[in-house]
T-cell receptor, first 111, second 110 residues
C-alpha cells in the first residue's frame, strides 16, 4: 500500500508562531507537493519539489516556505502563522508522469 | 492554474450510471486528462487518466472526445460511497504539477 504520512491530523497554533508541517513518503518518488484546501476554492498548490533541495512555487507561496533535505521528507513552514492560514493542508507525491498519492491532510487552526 | 471547467454539483440515483463532464478546451496535444475524487475529510484519490483513447479500469470509464476539448467520467453503477467531490485535471505527463479546480460535488441518492 502506498503510504503518505502527515505529521498531525489536527493542529492548533497561535498567531505569530513558527509552524512546521511534515510529510513523509515511502515510495522513493521524485515529486512532492503541498496544497491547501479551503471551502469554495478547491485545492491550491503552495509549493512542489522535484528533487532533494529543489523547489518551485505554486499558485500561493506567500507566507510559506518549504524544505526538502531528504527524498522521503517534504516540510511546509509557516514562518509566522496568521489566522488566514487556517486551512486544510494536503501533502502528495508522485513519480514524474504518474498519478499523485495524497495524505489524509492536516487541519491547521491559527488562533 | 486550473485549465478545466466542471459543473459545481450533480445528483445521481443509486445504481444508475453517473456521468461527470469536464471541459478542457485549451488542452494541448501532450497533456493528459486525470480524474481524482475526494470523499469528505480524506485526501484526494486517483481514479483514472487518459490521453486520447477511452480508458476503463475497475473504478470508472473515461471518455475523451475526438477533439480532446472535453471528457466524461462514468461511474457505471453509482453507490452511496461514490458521494464525493470529483476533480478533472489536465497535466503534462512529463510535468510535475497537478492543478486542481473546484470540482463537481456528486451526491448519490438512495
Amino acid at each position: 500500500d502506498v503510504k503518505v504520512t502527515q505529521s498531525s491530523r489536527y493542529l492548533v497554533k497561535r498567531t505569530g508562531e513558527k509552524v512546521f508541517l511534515e510529510c513523509v513518503q515511502d515510495m522513493d518518488h521524485e515529486n512532492m507537493f503541498w496544497y491547501r484546501q479551503d471551502p469554495g476554492l478547491g485545492l491550491r498548490l503552495i509549493y512542489f519539489s522535484y528533487d532533494v533541495k529543489m523547489k518551485e512555487k505554486g499558485d500561493i507561496p506567500e507566507g510559506y516556505s518549504v524544505s526538502r533535505e531528504k527524498k522521503e521528507r517534504f516540510s511546509l513552514i509557516l514562518e509566522s502563522a496568521s489566522t488566514n492560514q487556517t486551512s486544510m493542508y494536503l501533502c502528495a507525491h508522485s513519480w514524474r508522469g504518474t498519478e499523485a498519492f495524497f495524505g489524509q491532510g492536516t487541519r491547521l487552526t491559527v488562533v | 492554474d486550473a485549465k478545466t471547467t466542471q459543473p459545481t454539483s450533480m445528483d445521481c440515483a443509486e445504481g444508475r450510471a453517473a456521468n461527470l463532464p469536464c471541459n478542457h478546451s485549451t488542452i494541448s496535444g501532450n497533456e493528459y486528462v486525470y480524474w481524482y475524487r475526494q470523499i469528505h475529510s480524506q485526501g484526494p484519490q486517483y481514479i483514472i487518466h487518459g490521453l486520447k483513447n477511452n480508458e476503463t479500469n475497475e473504478m470508472a470509464s473515461l471518455i475523451i472526445t475526438e477533439d480532446r476539448k472535453s471528457s466524461t467520467l462514468i461511474l457505471p453503477h453509482a453507490t452511496l460511497r461514490d458521494t464525493a467531490v470529483y476533480y478533472c485535471i489536465v497535466r503534462l505527463n512529463t510535468g510535475n504539477q497537478f492543478y486542481f479546480g473546484t470540482g463537481t460535488s456528486l451526491t448519490v441518492i438512495p
